[in-house]
Every structure is written in structure tokens, then in C-alpha cells.
């Protein structure tokens, strides 16, 4: 049995090593790009929610009270946007606008109301909304 008097390869060379960390550098990178992407959209999703959430229970809120509190702006001011809902700690920098409009009306004026925060303003107020 004769021996082959070439010498086998045993190791990589230094450009093969630079080469294998280089293309596992750039899998860890874009690894840790879609996991930073994928937190963005779950918590805009959960913010999402939050302000449905909101919108629901502000809904509610109107259908209990009658047309007379519903068109009184200081009555809305004061019983229904005083507190903030349930579920709007996740949110940040909450604003609401609620405008009532008279609907199918050709009279534009609307009644408006803004919370920011704890303040609630009366932008515009149409009286004649009861009638």
C-alpha cells in the first residue's frame, strides 16, 4: 500500500473564516431587523384595540342618555367625557373629538367637544340641535 505523498487540507483558510462570519453577521442583522418590525406592529396593534375599546364604550355611554342630554353639550361635557374610559392607559397623548350634526339637516352647525388629557373644551355649540 503506497502513500500519497500529498499533504491533506486540514483547516480553512482566513478568507473562508471572514466569509462564514460575515454571512452570519448579516443573518443576525436581519434577523434583528424583522424582530424590531414585528414589535412595531404588535404594539400598534394593541393600540389599535385600545382605541376601539374606547370608541366602544364611549358608544354605549351615548346610547343610555336621551336625545335632551345627548344634544345638551354641558350634559355631554360634564357626564360623559369627564373621565377617561377603561382601556385608555395604553394609549398616549389621547384625544377625543365628539361632533354632533344634525343629520339629513341643511343647517351645518355642529356641536363640538374636545378632550385632551383630564380638560374637556366646547369648541361650537348648535342649540338648536333639540329641535
Known amino acids: 500500500m503506497l502513500r500519497s505523498t500529498r499533504s491533506p487540507i486540514l483547516g480553512s483558510t482566513l478568507i ?17 431587523a424583522i424582530n424590531t418590525s414585528s414589535m412595531g406592529t404588535i404594539k400598534m396593534a394593541r393600540e389599535a384595540a385600545s382605541a376601539s375599546q374606547v370608541l366602544q364604550q364611549r358608544v354605549e355611554s351615548m346610547r343610555i342618555a336621551n336625545w335632551h342630554q345627548i344634544t345638551d353639550a354641558a350634559w355631554v361635557k360634564n357626564n360623559l367625557l369627564n373621565t377617561a374610559t377603561p382601556g385608555s392607559t395604553d394609549l ?25 388629557g383630564n380638560s374637556v373644551v366646547i369648541n361650537n355649540e348648535n342649540d338648536s340641535l333639540l329641535t
Not at 100 to 116: D, E, H, I, K, Q
Request: net charge positive.
Open 92 to 116: 398616549k397623548s389621547v384625544s377625543e373629538t365628539l361632533t354632533l350634526a344634525p343629520y339629513g339637516s341643511a343647517n351645518t352647525a355642529v356641536t363640538r367637544l374636545t378632550r385632551t
Open 16 to 32: 473562508e473564516a471572514m466569509m462564514a462570519a460575515g454571512i452570519a453577521a448579516i443573518f443576525l442583522g436581519s434577523l434583528f
